[in-house]
T-cell receptor, first 112, second 115 residues
Framework: GENVEQHPSTLSVQEGDSAVIKCTYSDSASNYFPWYKQELGKRPQLIIDIRSNVGEKKDQRIAVTLNKTAKHFSLHITETQPEDSAVYFCAASGSGNTPLVFGKGTRLSVIA | GAVVSQHPSWVICKSGTSVKIECRSLDFQATTMFWYRQFPKQSLMLMATSNEGSKATYEQGVEKDKFLINHASLTLSTLTVTSAHPEDSSFYIC???????????FGPGTRLTVL
């Protein structure tokens, strides 16, 4: 089955700096790669996603890149703000009714 | 986006009792729903895939006789934690895939505390 590795587990950045979180996946059949932000006690919130036919996607301060050959994808947050502090999860899934497999998460702290 | 609701949002029960959690897709039909469990400071771990009208598919290590899943309609899946014990205390989250695309939508989660 699919296995998703995520690094780093914790990340501290100064406000205004960029943050990068990286994930690798094992199943070449996976074709959907979302990123979630989760605040304590709440459901994961989708912040951006990318499909395997796209190499990069950007939404304001957030971007995701995908390298299918290397089986890795990354989340980039620019101009970080204190409200970006949360736990971020990457995930991967295939087509049809296949479940999402999550990485272990990254706790991002943005220091004002 | 699609909406998934979950009930209850939290429950406290005594050891040995059973607890039922409901997951509903409010504005779309879901032939498949997923149940995840999240322990404190950990990731979401898939417990089982719930299939409408058929048996659920459980992940390795998840006891099917302890975590009963019923998906009797296209908008409702239930998870029953039977004979709950303190180690079952966790955050249980369901999700469903929007049939129009690849995105999965999560319920708000149920925090179960077993005393």
């Amino acid at each position: 089955g699919e296995n998703v590795e995520q690094h780093p587990s914790t990340l501290s950045v100064q406000e205004g700096d960029s943050a990068v979180i990286k994930c690798t996946y094992s199943d070449s059949a996976s074709n959907y790669f979302p990123w979630y932000k989760q605040e304590l006690g709440k459901r994961p919130q989708l912040i951006i996603d990318i499909r395997s036919n796209v190499g990069e996607k950007k939404d304001q301060r957030i971007a995701v890149t995908l390298n299918k050959t290397a089986k890795h994808f990354s989340l980039h947050i620019t101009e970080t703000q204190p409200e970006d502090s949360a736990v971020y999860f990457c995930a991967a899934s295939g087509s049809g009714n296949t479940p999402l497999v999550f990485g272990k998460g990254t706790r991002l702290s943005v220091i004002a | 986006g699609a909406v998934v609701s979950q009930h209850p949002s939290w429950v406290i029960c005594k050891s040995g009792t059973s607890v039922k959690i409901e997951c509903r897709s409010l504005d779309f039909q879901a032939t498949t729903m997923f149940w995840y469990r999240q322990f404190p400071k950990q990731s979401l771990m898939l417990m089982a895939t719930s299939n409408e009208g058929s048996k659920a598919t459980y992940e390795q290590g998840v006891e099917k006789d302890k975590f009963l899943i019923n998906h009797a309609s296209l908008t409702l899946s239930t998870l029953t934690v039977t004979s709950a014990h303190p180690e079952d205390s966790s955050f249980y989250i369901c999700s469903a895939r929007d049939p129009r695309g690849l995105r999965q939508f999560f319920g708000p989660g149920t925090r179960l505390t077993v005393l």
